[in-house]
């Protein structure tokens, strides 16, 4: 069964840079894995963020962008805002099945 | 926009019916897809399965819930179904309807499906 990692947890100071990563464990991330993004605050709905690695919905903060990373998507943020805290949850695609990872709890402290 | 109907409340062992009728779009549509997710505490956001129109109908499984699972789109309703025989309580979850347009563009979940909350107890 395939299975999709990401940090559990990770910390940044207000105004920092973070790095969060969405591994697979078939091998090497790339662009056919199409990697969507999610923000999901306590008690809410998720929010798309980021589709096909690195396509920005209308909403999504500049502050974010996706990328490959390594052999892996990635999903940063540059200049964190308190207001970015929340759990994070990439999306990757395998050949006629999508398989979420199981997030990334961010804290900006 | 989805429109989700169906029970959430049922016993071990019994299937679970759910639509998702489709407005502003057609099943048919041959550059989406039609998907089913679901979210519980435990086991987090999971995508169960798909089905699509590519000059024939196609549906698509998690391997979690393969040979539980059916997905088929009603053209006559433009809608969507999912059937998930023998639940269990590891079942019990918000479930959710959900478009993914060609190349990995998936729908904000603000424009999924507004949820059913299903429970399996004995």
């Known amino acids: 069964q395939t299975v999709v990692t990401q940090e559990p947890s990770l910390t940044v100071s207000p105004g920092g840079t973070v790095t969060l990563t969405c591994a697979s464990s078939?091998?090497?991330?790339?662009?056919?894995?199409?990697a969507n993004w999610f923000q999901q605050k306590t008690g809410q709905a998720p929010r798309a963020l980021i589709c096909a690695t690195g396509v920005k919905h209308p909403w999504t903060p500049a502050r974010f962008s996706g990328s490959l990373l390594g052999n892996k998507a990635a999903l940063t943020l540059s200049g964190a805002q308190p207001e970015d805290e929340a759990e994070y949850l990439c999306?990757?695609?395998?050949?006629?099945?999508?398989?979420f990872g199981g997030g990334t709890q961010l804290t900006v402290l | 926009q989805l429109q989700q109907s169906g029970s959430g409340l049922l016993k071990p062992s019994q299937t679970l019916s759910l639509t998702c009728d489709i407005s502003g779009d057609s099943v048919s549509n041959d550059r989406v897809t039609w998907n089913w997710i679901r979210q519980s505490p435990s086991r987090g956001l999971e995508w169960l399965g798909r089905?699509?129109?590519?000059?024939?109908?196609?549906?698509h499984y998690a391997a979690s819930v393969r040979g539980r699972l059916t997905i088929a789109a009603d053209t006559s309703e433009n809608r969507f179904s999912l059937q998930l025989s023998s639940v269990t309580p590891e079942d019990s979850a918000m479930y959710f309807c959900?478009?993914?347009?060609?190349?990995?563009?998936?729908?904000?979940?603000?424009?999924w499906g507004q949820g059913t909350l299903v429970s399996v107890f004995s």
């Open positions: 959900a478009r993914e347009r060609n190349g990995g563009h998936w729908d904000d979940p603000e424009s």
């Open positions: 089905t699509m129109f590519r000059s024939q109908w196609w549906s």
């Open positions: 999306l990757l695609y395998f050949r006629d099945e999508w398989v």
């Open positions: 078939t091998g090497a991330v790339n662009g056919y894995f199409y």
